[in-house]
């Protein structure tokens, strides 16, 4: 388990690198946001307490001074649980019967947790062992704190990391995202089927055509590529097809999600059909 604090996400540090985060190098340092009551905290423990009406600032202000509290604390004190804990499992563990019944317990505390995909139950699992760990310490009386603290916050935990997530952490918003935004810079690398641009397009990424109020976008194959650079083409165009942006499709019978349609002056070339309506859809859910 690894705690590490900044002002940058793991995946904004790696963007500054012109590098794409993946979901599974997120699921490993999961990112959860700490904008509390007094900066990082909730409760100060009646250090610095500020006066009711206190500004941010003033709030701030007093989260630093109890985050200086133990700066200095944790600098004296620290390595004294690790071994207590250790030997705590190590006493615990001395039958078969015990590692299952600790199995058991694990099993029994990701329940606890409210997950709906695969990647929020890979990621319960980090939140749910260091729950158990932090219940075992207070059974075991290393820990002063009612049975249960550890576990409740934890919950709270997984519940500020799943909400930040959704609010475009997750891979499917960064396709979504990516493919929106190469529409909104790259509009003029699009040419309209219809052949009426009045000067020639350079770079072509695909055509367009009017839709209602708007524009379907026909991405060539590799034109979708460096949109969502460094995501599986399947990957993208499932995640496109579920957010109900793939506008029309042939009826293929190997299931493809490309349109054949005919070009001025280039015959029949296959596309994938884009609404961007639907991308800004889907991120605003």
């Known amino acids: 388990m690894v705690l590490s604090s900044g002002e940058l996400t793991m995946?904004?540090?790696?963007?500054?690198?012109?590098?794409?985060?993946?979901?599974?190098?997120?699921?490993?340092?999961?990112?959860?946001?700490?904008?509390?009551?007094?900066?990082?905290?909730?409760?100060?423990?009646?250090?610095?307490?500020?006066?009711?009406?206190?500004?941010?600032?003033?709030?701030?202000?007093?989260?630093?001074?109890?985050?200086?509290t133990l700066k200095r604390a944790t600098a004296q004190h620290y390595g004294h649980l690790g071994?207590?804990?250790?030997?705590?499992?190590?006493?615990?563990?001395?039958?078969?019967?015990?590692?299952?019944?600790?199995?058991?317990?694990?099993?029994?505390?990701?329940?606890?947790f409210p997950i709906g995909t695969g990647q929020d139950a890979r990621a319960a699992a980090r939140f749910a062992i260091a729950a158990l760990a932090g219940e075992l310490a207070i059974?075991?009386?290393?820990?002063?704190?009612?049975?249960?603290?550890?576990?409740?916050?934890?919950r709270e935990l997984f519940g500020a990391w799943a909400e930040f997530r959704g609010r475009g952490q997750s891979e499917d918003a960064k396709i979504i995202r990516a493919v929106s935004t190469f529409i909104d810079r790259h509009a003029a690398r699009f040419a309209n089927i219809d052949g009426t641009d009045g000067a020639a397009v350079h770079d072509r990424a695909g055509w367009y055509r009017a839709h209602g109020d708007g524009r379907l976008y026909l991405f060539t194959a590799q034109a979708l590529a460096d949109a969502a650079q460094g995501f599986d083409t399947r990957r993208v165009l499932a995640c496109l097809d579920n957010a109900g942006a793939i506008a029309e499709r042939d009826n293929d019978r190997d299931g493809r999600l490309s349109k054949r349609v005919r070009v001025k002056g280039e015959g029949i070339v296959r596309v994938y059909v884009v609404n961007p309506a639907a991308l800004l859809a889907a991120l605003e859910e």
């Open 11 to 68: 995946s904004k540090h790696m963007e500054s690198a012109g590098m794409r985060s993946k979901a599974g190098q997120e699921l490993r340092l999961l990112d959860v946001p700490t904008y509390r009551r007094y900066g990082a905290y909730d409760d100060l423990h009646g250090l610095g307490l500020p006066h009711d009406n206190a500004s941010e600032d003033g709030r701030k202000g007093a989260g630093r001074a109890f985050a200086d």
């Open 83 to 112: 071994p207590a804990f250790v030997e705590l499992l190590v006493a615990r563990e001395q039958t078969a019967e015990a590692a299952a019944e600790l199995e058991a317990l694990f099993a029994d505390m990701r329940q606890g």
């Open 139 to 154: 059974k075991g009386e290393l820990l002063p704190w009612a049975q249960g603290t550890a576990i409740a916050a934890m």
